[in-house]
Nanobody, 116 residues
Framework: QAQLVESGGGLVQPGGSLRLSCAASGIIFKINAMGWYRQAPGKQRELVAGITSGGTTNYADSVKGRCTISRDNAKNTVFLQMNNLKPEDTADYYC??????????WGQGTQVTVSS
């Protein structure tokens, strides 16, 4: 059974850092793109950052320069390093993976709260 398990969320003060991790398992076909999305209360889910199997990355304008996405293809794991966090980064963060047949998989989410 396909499963994405996130970790690394929590409470952090403004200006602080967090590193999110997501490990994928049980996905039969090769994983192509992986990414992180977030959803704040009352708002739509939005892309934070994505990365292809070849390492090409893209970021939301709101996090450019503050976040870095990376992955370990051998372990089907994706990471999101977030620095200089702001209160507006507060949201539930979801890991996403798409296989070569465009099947899409989601994690259960991890909460990030940025507050003093």
């Amino acid at each position: 059974q396909a499963q994405l398990v996130e970790s690394g969320g929590g409470l952090v003060q403004p200006g602080g850092s967090l590193r999110l991790s997501c490990a994928a398992s049980g996905i039969i076909f090769k994983i192509n793109a992986m990414g992180w999305y977030r959803q704040a209360p009352g708002k739509q889910r939005e892309l934070v950052a994505g990365i292809t199997s070849g390492g090409t990355t893209n970021y939301a304008d709101s996090v450019k320069g503050r976040c870095t996405i990376s992955r370990d293809n051998a372990k089907n794991t994706v990471f999101l390093q977030m620095n200089n966090l702001k209160p507006e980064d507060t949201a539930d963060y979801y890991c996403n993976a798409n296989d070569v047949f465009r099947n899409s998989y989601w994690g259960q989410g991890t909460q990030v709260t940025v507050s003093s």
